[in-house]
């Protein structure tokens, strides 16, 4: 169907009062005068997913500045502000959702720039009274107050533009900070000013009385000169070992998960605008009672009275330390370049064992080696750096090159003070404790649930529902918004379809063999590179609401599949 505004109001006044499946009529486009509004998909009854629509407001009316537009940062900044600007408008009506963004500027297909010109992907719950249509309702949402959102919010003329145009100089000033770091040999930087406590446990937003700003111990800070002009000086933490620590509610974990979300650019307000991390750095915890299939952890676990191989260990149920050192060498495995670890999520057993613990327990005994053991090679023989919270131990003083103290949420840089305590306990291990990467290959139709009929769905930001199975990804820190984990389900379906092929995925395999899980995530990357987010949509049209995630994230959900299988090789 297509027509104008009469049209739709025709139809909907046709329908009133009839059964819900009657607004399936409405598929179509519409003239709506200042927008086109495109009806891609209408929910079967009330208590379904909402509907799909498009808004597309065309080049010339939405007239947005091309030089804000022109590389791939300035898009995605200016489309994160339209999306920004759609949820304000929408935000007393509560049938229309954009999938609002939070603090996080992230790739989003929320808003899309097409060479028909802007288009806004919401989804509209249409009113019903029971199971029934409610016309009168229906027509003035979608031929009133979706034409007055479109103007709003999809109009250069009708946004703030110095505000628009501050939001993109920020993005791009973040991400050019981001692009310095590994040469600096920064595992991330935190900006002098910048204000880290939330509100909350349970909020992302800044607190606003009480907080203490940060401010840069002299002997760590470092400046950078941005795109726009700007410099901006703070904290650089280095490459290496650098501990955290301090008394309890000091702030150290919080500076630590301030490091964890600044792998993403962060809105003008948030407090953490100018905590910048390396995009590849991994947050690690124990994960008690996660699957666990064919991963190395000999480096930590060996000998087990079992006898079971540890160089490719699996299980069903993994325990505290056996799950952390799953975690850490799959994100290593996986590209991480650093690994962020605070020791009130960790396994105490796979993090240290004293003094007295080893003369009672003798080396030859005990499968587990510690981590404060292995965390030099770690960065010696792979170059992962770590970052670790330690309130308890002092344990980490012989291995750390840094070490940084909160008093009442101010930093001092105590490296020398560590030192002197620093028994010298800790030996430098030998060498190649890590090898190369592993080449997974998950076995012939391991993605491939049994009784899977649908697509891979998220439930929300900590679960993907995959056949019949459920993925929880409750452990993933460094996952902030439920869009990430929709795109993330989509991507398994994606992968499944990669892994199928027969041939060599960018070259990474030989022909006739199946791809890697590495080649295979690289090589879905390369084509939201090229194609964008809505390459892993099942749907034409509107793709839903999707947010891009890691590489990393989408290795750790394929991880914790309970259904994974990998082939023997």
């Known amino acids: 169907m297509s027509g104008d505004a009469n049209a739709l109001k025709r139809i909907l006044t046709s329908i009133d009062g009839r059964g819900y499946g009657s607004y399936k009529q409405l598929k179509g486009t519409y003239d709506l005068g200042p927008c086109r509004l495109l009806i891609n998909h209408v929910q079967v009854d009330p208590f379904a997913p909402p509907s799909l629509m498009r808004l597309v407001v065309d080049a010339g009316t939405a007239d947005l500045p091309e030089d804000l537009i022109s590389d791939r940062r300035g898009r995605i900044a200016t489309t994160d502000y339209l999306a920004r600007a759609v949820a304000g408008a929408t935000r007393s009506l509560d049938a229309v959702s954009i999938g609002a963004p939070q603090q996080e500027v992230l790739d989003r297909t929320s808003i899309a720039l097409t060479e028909q010109g802007l288009e806004a992907r919401i989804s509209v719950q249409l009113p019903a009274a029971g199971r029934r249509v409610k016309s009168r309702q229906a027509t003035r949402l979608l031929t009133e107050d979706l034409p007055r959102i479109a103007e709003a919010a999809l109009v250069h003329a009708s946004l703030d533009a110095d505000a628009l145009r501050a939001h993109v100089t920020l993005h791009r000033d973040q991400e050019a900070l981001r692009d310095q770091l590994a040469d600096r040999g920064l595992v991330a930087f935190v900006g002098d000013g910048a204000m880290l406590p ?32 700007r410099r901006v000086s703070g904290m650089g933490v280095p490459d290496g070992v650098t501990v955290i620590v301090g008394g309890g509610y000091h702030g150290k974990s919080t500076l630590l998960r301030a490091i964890e979300r600044g792998v993403y650019p962060h809105r003008d307000g948030d407090g953490r605008e100018w905590v910048v991390t390396r995009a590849e750095v991994a947050a690690i915890r124990a994960e008690d009672g996660r699957s666990v299939a064919g991963v190395d952890i000999s480096p930590f676990i ?3 009275p079992s006898g079971t191989d540890t160089r490719r260990f699996s299980t069903t149920n993994a325990s505290g330390s056996t799950s952390q050192a799953a975690n850490l060498v799959e994100a290593v495995d ?40 292995r965390i030099r090679p770690l960065y010696t023989e792979r170059g992962v750096s770590t970052v670790l919270v330690a309130g308890g131990s002092g344990a980490f003083f012989d291995v750390a090159d840094h070490v940084i103290a909160l008093d009442e949420y101010v930093p001092h840089d105590v490296t020398e003070q560590a030192r002197e305590l620093a028994d010298g306990a800790a030996a430098e291990p030998g060498e190649d404790m890590f090898g190369p990467p592993s080449a997974r290959v998950p076995a012939a139709g391991a993605l491939r649930p049994p009784g899977k009929k649908k697509p891979a769905t998220a439930r929300g930001r900590e679960t993907i529902r995959f056949g019949h199975e459920q993925i929880d990804l409750s452990a993933l820190s460094q996952l902030v918004d439920a869009a990430q984990t929709e795109a993330i389900a989509h991507a398994l379906d994606r992968l499944a379809e990669l892994m199928e092929r027969t041939g060599p995925v960018e070259q990474a395999e030989p022909s006739g063999a199946r791809p890697t899980l590495d080649a295979a995530i690289t090589a879905l990357f390369a084509r939201l590179d090229d194609e ?7 749907h034409r049209g509107h793709p839903g609401h999707l947010a891009r995630p890691r590489p990393l994230e989408v290795h750790a959900a394929v991880n914790r599949y309970r259904g994974l299988r990998l082939d023997g090789r």
């Not at 349970?202 to 203490?212: I, Q, T, Y």
């Not at 796979?350 to 327990?361: A, G, K, N, V």
């Open 198 to 229: 939330r509100r909350s446990g349970d909020s992302d937003l800044p607190l606003e009385a009480g907080a203490v700003p940060f401010r840069s111990p002299g002997s760590l800070r470092v400046s950078f000169e941005l795109p726009s002009g």
């Open 302 to 304: 060996t000998g087990l």
């Open 334 to 373: 996986a590209g991480a370049s650093a690994l962020l670890i605070d020791e009130d999520t960790s396994a105490t057993n796979f993090m240290i064992r004293d003094e007295r613990m080893r003369r009672l327990i003798p080396a030859e005994r005990e499968p587990i080696t510690p981590f404060v053991d």
């Open 532 to 538: 964008g987010l809505e390459a892993l949509s099942p």
